[in-house]
């Protein structure tokens, strides 16, 4: 087989590189590239996505609000409703309620509707908490759980719908640029032609950075451990909120007839297939019962994924300064799923050199903020 030429060549197949694909495919020819035998194999594929607007740095707040609009009124290639009601219970332990208050200071302007809440109004809302344990709260009664599945398969359908090509199976391996195009190989040997290389691979973003001749950004994948509990005897749990602390040490929320716990661990870890912690899950499991009267003494289904991050906070968005004609899409930590719309407009933007959508400036994005060659970045420290 000779060949196959594109105008972009995107790895990876998770919500970064489907997304990012499917809008840059309205304009160009697009091949997808995914190293694994299914696309969202690891992080996006384990994920328990909610649509949080308080949730993260100041940017994944202005693309998170900036998305509600694309996921209430979804494009014809997703299926169904994108949203499900949650609410999100955000808890001050003892000493803790200053650090409530301060993130209320900080979501007001993009969030509305967040209230601070007394904490015999916290257990009104999620009457699994133990009364005493709250110091504050913080409600978001606007934060929903994001049909993952729906959302993902909406992208890789809207992709081929508009002539995108997907190739799984297809990790790559050498990446070469000769005369102003990408020459680039998988394992399987097929050969690819391209003017644009974007890195959207997740946990393995710089090492393909490093096959591209590109300066890697310091990926940070760090791992997240989740497990399933039974609910106390005669409480049903539809209807709970998300519930976590503000210290983020733990965080509880309905799934099905279940509750889904997490230590919300942040463990650094290589590029690899993440197993459950399960000193994590003990003491998290500790915790939790302290908070709640929940009462769990064994656990179900544990599983674990990998967010990746840079240290501070922000994705990785644009030309890297160094290699020509490869484009960062990287580093979505655990905002993938609920930044997706804004995220991959803004990052298909950059690419074709347009504006970027005056609604999420006007929201406080900053472009610069996103860039490979920001101040802190490695990138920036060479050149």
Known sequence: MGTQRFDVLV?????????????????????LIEMEAALAYHTSGRSMATFLETYGSPAIRA??????????HPPDVMDGPLLSPLGMLWLAGAGEADQIRRLYDEVRPVVPDARLVTPAEAVRINP?????????????????????????????RGLRRRGGEVRLSARLVAAERRDGRWQVTDAAGTRYEAQVLVDAAGSWVDEVARAAGATPVGIRPLRRTAFLVAPPAGLPVRGLPLTGTVTSTWYVMPQGDLLACSPAEQTLLEPCDAKPD???IARALEEI???????????RSPWAGLRNFVPDGNPVVGWDPRAEGFFWYAAQGGYGMQIAPALSRTGAALL??????????ARGLEPADLSPAREGMSVSAEH
């Not at 504050?136 to 992208?155: C, K, M, N, R, S």
């Not at 019962?289 to 656990?299: D, E, F, K, P, V």
């Not at 074709?352 to 400036?361: A, C, T």
């Open 289 to 299: 019962n302290a908070a709640t009267i929940l009462g769990a003494r064994s656990i």
């Open 11 to 31: 790895v990876g197949g998770g919500i970064s590189g489907v997304s990012i694909a499917y809008e840059i495919a309205r304009t160009r020819s697009v091949a």
């Open 63 to 72: 693309l998170t609000s900036g998305s509600r609009a694309a996921f209430e």
């Open 352 to 361: 074709e050199g347009r504006d970027v959508d005056p609604d999420l400036l």
């Open 278 to 280: 399960e000193v994590q």
């Open 128 to 156: 699994l908490l133990r009364p005493g344990y709250p110091e504050l709260g913080l409600f978001e009664p606007g934060a929903t759980e994001i049909d993952v599945h729906a959302l993902h398969q909406g992208y890789v």
